[in-house]
């Protein structure tokens, strides 16, 4: 109950839950499969993987981060960012974070295709990257305006994630893209430094463009690699 509070005065991480929740569901009507999918629906529903011949759409750097593998994957994801949401869309304001969403999330999908083997494509795709960049953005603020606590918190969560991922890969098990939550997590810090910069609110006007434009954009890049194949 606590969480579904909390997403109550964060209606754009709601929005964000619903539209990730969405693309999982007509993946899963269309592939006939619930539990998770193969690599070839995943590329299908616009799931980035650098080094595939021919060579991909960028728009999927952007995409990718609004699909995910199965449903475990969705499950965390959308769970922590219910949780990041309700703290940190009230601190960065709506329209920066859905631009923080998207940004954070396309970043660490560039990142991690400039670190992929070449030659050897590799599918990538979740939030994580977002959400990473998400907490970063959060870290930074709460940090920079004195808050500490949050801080600490909000840093515990990102070495947690870091931990686990680059554990994983020491260990030869590729679940986890480490590049796209670093790449996602720098970008984050910078938002959030850059809107400590600006203390004051954003007029409301700039908000709703903002969210309009993050939203507008990430349609774009699913209807460009939808209609393009690629």
């Given at each position: 109950?606590?969480?579904?509070?909390?997403?109550?005065?964060?209606p754009?991480?709601?929005?964000?839950?619903?539209?990730?929740?969405?693309?999982?569901?007509?993946?899963?009507?269309?592939?006939a499969?619930?539990?998770?999918?193969?690599?070839?629906?995943?590329?299908?529903?616009?799931?980035?993987?650098?080094?595939?011949?021919?060579?991909?759409?960028?728009?999927?750097?952007?995409?990718?981060?609004?699909?995910?593998?199965?449903?475990?994957?969705?499950?965390?994801?959308?769970?922590?960012?219910?949780?990041?949401?309700?703290?940190?869309?009230?601190?960065?304001?709506?329209?920066?974070?859905?631009a923080?969403?998207?940004?954070?999330?396309?970043?660490?999908?560039?990142?991690?295709?400039?670190?992929?083997?070449?030659?050897q494509p590799?599918?990538?795709?979740?939030?994580?990257?977002?959400?990473?960049?998400?907490?970063?953005?959060?870290?930074?603020?709460?940090?920079?305006?004195?808050?500490?606590?949050a801080?600490?918190?909000?840093?515990?969560?990102?070495?947690?994630?870091?931990?686990?991922?680059?554990?994983?890969?020491?260990?030869?098990?590729?679940l986890?893209?480490?590049a796209?939550?670093?790449?996602g997590?720098?970008?984050?810090?910078?938002?959030?430094?850059?809107?400590?910069?600006?203390?004051?609110?954003?007029?409301?006007?700039?908000?709703?463009?903002?969210?309009?434009?993050?939203?507008?954009?990430?349609?774009?890049?699913?209807?460009?690699?939808?209609?393009?194949?690629?």
């Open positions: 109950m606590r969480w579904f509070r909390g997403l109550k005065q964060a754009v991480t709601a929005v964000l839950i619903v539209i990730n929740v969405l693309v999982y569901v007509l993946m899963a009507v269309l592939s499969h619930a539990l998770s999918f193969d690599g070839r629906t995943l590329l299908v529903a616009g799931a980035s993987a650098p080094g595939a011949e021919p060579a991909l759409s960028h728009w999927r750097w952007m995409t990718a981060a609004f699909i995910h593998v199965n449903l475990l994957h969705i499950f965390m994801n959308m769970w922590v960012l219910g949780q990041i949401g309700a703290i940190s869309e009230k601190a960065l304001g709506r329209g920066l974070f859905a923080t969403y998207v940004v954070t999330g396309t970043l660490g999908n560039v990142l991690s295709a400039a670190l992929a083997t070449a030659g590799t599918i990538s795709a979740g939030a994580s990257g977002a959400i990473m960049g998400l907490i970063g953005a959060a870290a930074t603020f709460a940090w920079r305006t004195g808050q500490r606590g801080a600490k918190a909000l840093a515990f969560n990102i070495l947690f994630v870091l931990g686990v991922g680059l554990s994983l890969s020491v260990r030869g098990i590729h986890v893209d480490n796209a939550h670093i790449g997590l720098l970008a984050g810090a910078v938002i959030g430094l850059g809107r400590v910069a600006v203390r004051r609110p954003m007029p409301p006007a700039a908000d709703r463009v903002l969210v309009a434009s993050s939203f507008g954009l990430a349609a774009l890049a699913f209807a460009i690699v939808q209609l393009t194949g690629r």
